[in-house]
């Protein structure tokens, strides 16, 4: 299989048929052979029937379905089987047209994995920014990995990245800290589209930025 998308998300049922059928035109006209893996993290709306109704429809979507928040990383770990992993947010705020490009990135370029920088945002407020900020601040300074933005839910990966490192809870973000010391060096970056949120609300905070951090320490004076 050529590529796996897996989509985290948190009571985002208005967005998910939108989503799905954009990725759709974008593989189909690749003429990709794909996944999409809708990862249910404890949505208390919806969702889960959404994806149920979606999955029903199309056999290249599939559903996992957690009872609280566990973010991406067992999806990445154990169910994704392209060749090439790409992560995007359920919110419509990630492009899938920035699909082809990232695959391409990954498959003819040589890169173990990339990942996206929203150098333009539509989301400028204190409580989504500043967190964000300071977070990739801190995450530059320690691990000595120059991406701007290591939040970023859009990223590539080849598959075996994933399969190498161990990642649980919310370490997903820091999974080029992990592909580093594993011995992935060919880490890139790519500008991305971001786009205005069009259903819902953010869920990114100060608590993801501090429940980060707790990680980021856990991964360098723990083990």
């Not at 990339?114 to 150098?119: A, H, L, N, P």
């Not at 991305?192 to 869920?203: F, L």
């Amino acid at each position: 299989m050529n590529l796996s998308i897996v989509v985290p998300l948190l009571n985002e049922e208005e967005s998910l048929p939108e989503l799905c059928d954009w990725i759709r035109r974008v593989c189909t006209t690749q003429h990709y052979t794909y996944e999409i893996i809708l990862v249910d993290d404890g949505s208390t709306d919806d969702s889960w029937q959404v994806i149920e109704g979606l999955s029903r429809e199309d056999e290249h979507i599939k559903g996992i379905k957690f009872q609280r928040n566990y973010g991406k990383s067992a999806a990445l770990n154990k169910a994704a089987k392209g060749d090439v992993i790409i992560t995007m947010d359920a919110d419509l705020q990630d492009s899938p047209d920035e699909i082809p490009e990232l695959f391409y990135m990954i498959v003819e370029e040589g890169y173990d994995m990339v990942s996206g920088w929203k150098k333009i945002r539509y989301d400028n407020t204190l409580t989504k920014n500043l967190p964000s900020k300071l977070f990739n601040a801190v995450t530059r300074k320690v691990s000595k990995i120059h991406l701007h933005d290591f939040n970023c839910g859009l990223k590539a990966y080849r598959k075996k990245v994933v399969k190498s490192i161990e990642v649980y809870g919310e370490m997903h973000r820091y999974i080029p800290v992990l592909a580093k010391w594993a011995g992935f060096r060919k880490i890139g970056e790519k500008v991305v589209e971001h786009r205005k949120r069009k259903y819902g609300v953010t869920k990114f905070g100060w608590d993801r930025f501090i429940n980060g951090f707790l990680d980021l320490l856990s991964i360098f004076f723990v083990g």
